[in-house]
């Protein structure tokens, strides 16, 4: 059995193909290192879409899928009457077995997905989640120049963000053109990595009208009080600029292209994470 490195919702597109059984977390006693409505998916081979534990679970998951039947929900971990299958976490976990998940409903969900909207999957009896709920996935735009745009591109792409990148040396931006022919949702950040701060005005007065969930820009004190009084000028409000993280990271003084880029993108990650209806 081999186990697919997917995101948050790969199960949920596996779950659309026929004979393709789908297993969800619909309670959570303790800990445990997914959230609550994580998903796996089973095709009729014995592969698995998605990830829950260690393997030992999936495994046995597996076998509850090729078993069929009724769709029903097994306690796992603290709890259960399996005594020989214990979690590592030492939590216990209700787990939805669906054998043959709702097509239908599964291909609505991937498609309002694909088109950045919200969605959920209604979960049948005996589940004790009432539904799954999912976020359109994470996108990132990167405005810049340099070594600190490559490495965020490269890092993002590696970790599989859908990524965006306008550059001034590539000729995608020109120096005060406003870029109001992109498009930003509630789910993308926008990141601007520019040492010349003159190249940001224009796009930070488009980034501030979007629904962006985060708005980040590199630069030191005195670049971060010039921002500000210049956005105040062009009428932005205080809590509007307020929206624009200075400097991005978990680590704020990160000196190097990639150490930015990892610190800038775990602060996203973050940021997103709370905003996914399941992340507690």
């Not at 976990?93 to 043959?100: Q, S, T, Y």
């Not at 498609?111 to 990132?140: F, G």
């Not at 009208?209 to 009080?225: H, V, Y």
């Not at 307020?242 to 990271?249: E, L, Q």
């Amino acid at each position: 059995m081999s186990a697919e490195l997917a995101g948050d919702q790969a199960a949920l597109r596996a779950a659309c193909q026929t004979g393709v059984g789908l297993c969800t977390i619909v309670n959570i006693e303790g800990s445990f290192s997914r959230r609550l409505g994580a998903q796996l998916a089973v095709h009729p081979d014995g592969r698995v879409t998605g990830s829950l534990a260690d393997g030992c679970l999936e495994q046995e998951l597996a076998r509850q899928i090729a078993a069929g039947g009724e769709r029903r929900v097994i306690r796992y971990g603290a709890g259960s009457p399996k005594i020989d299958f214990r979690l590592p976490c030492g939590g216990g976990l209700d787990i939805l077995i669906d054998p043959n998940p709702d097509r239908s409903a599964c291909r609505e969900a991937v498609v309002r997905l694909d088109e950045r909207k919200e969605a959920h999957l209604a979960l049948p009896e005996p589940s004790l989640l009432a539904k799954r709920r999912y976020v359109p996935e994470l996108s990132l735009v990167l405005f810049g120049e340099g070594p600190e745009l490559a490495a965020m591109a490269q890092v993002a792409g590696a970790a599989g963000i859908a990524v965006e990148t306008h550059g001034r040396d590539d000729g995608s931006l020109s120096l005060g053109q406003v870029p109001d022919h992109l498009e930003a949702d509630r789910w993308t950040a926008i990141v601007l990595l520019f040492h010349d701060h003159e190249w940001e005005r224009a796009i930070l007065r488009w980034a501030l009208t979007t629904p962006a969930f985060l708005i980040g820009a590199q630069g030191g004190a005195p670049a971060r009080a010039a921002r500000e009084a210049e956005l105040i000028s062009l009428g932005f409000a205080p809590q509007q600029i307020g929206r624009i993280a200075s400097p991005i990271g978990t680590v704020k003084h990160s000196r190097e292209p990639l150490g930015l880029a990892l610190s800038a993108l775990a602060d996203i990650a973050g940021a997103y994470e709370l905003r996914h209806p399941h992340h507690g």
